[in-house]
């Protein structure tokens, strides 16, 4: 069974940058596809960025393009999704997901996934 952990929010000021780690257990990386998402209260959930079994990242949102990057380390079957120069608009709860690769496509949508982690609260304010 795949079990999804996120970590690594919190408070931070802005300008300042964040990394969070999703550590995934059941499956190892090479069989999956992990996409970090986010929600802000009253919005739709929203895709950020996907990395395939293949190691290939693709990004969703517009926003984040050139701020936010996806990465993952085989070793410790964990991805994770560095974020830089945030702003308030990037406060949410942040949520990885994965589901089983059976080809290198990504996604942002979440009926994609099946498997989802519990959300990191973060928040950006000075």
């Known amino acids: 069974q795949l079990h999804v952990v996120e970590s690594g929010g919190g408070l931070v000021q802005p300008g300042r940058s964040l990394r969070l780690s999703c550590v995934l257990s059941?499956?190892?990386?090479?069989?999956?596809?992990i996409a970090w998402f986010r929600q802000v209260p009253g919005k739709e959930r929203e895709g950020i960025s996907c990395?395939?079994?293949?190691?290939?990242?693709?990004n969703y949102r517009d926003s984040g393009k050139g701020r936010f990057t996806i990465s993952r380390d085989i070793a410790k079957n964990t991805v994770y999704l560095e974020m830089n120069s945030l702003i308030p608009e990037d406060t949410a709860i942040y949520y990885c997901?994965?589901?089983?690769?059976?080809?290198?496509?990504?996604?942002?949508?979440?009926?994609?996934?099946?498997?989802w982690g519990q959300g990191t609260q973060v928040t950006v304010s000075s």
């Open positions: 997901s994965a589901r089983r690769a059976f080809d290198h496509r990504c996604s942002g949508q979440v009926g994609d996934f099946d498997s």
């Open positions: 059941g499956w190892t990386l090479d069989y999956l596809t």
């Open positions: 990395i395939n079994k293949a190691g290939g990242s693709f």
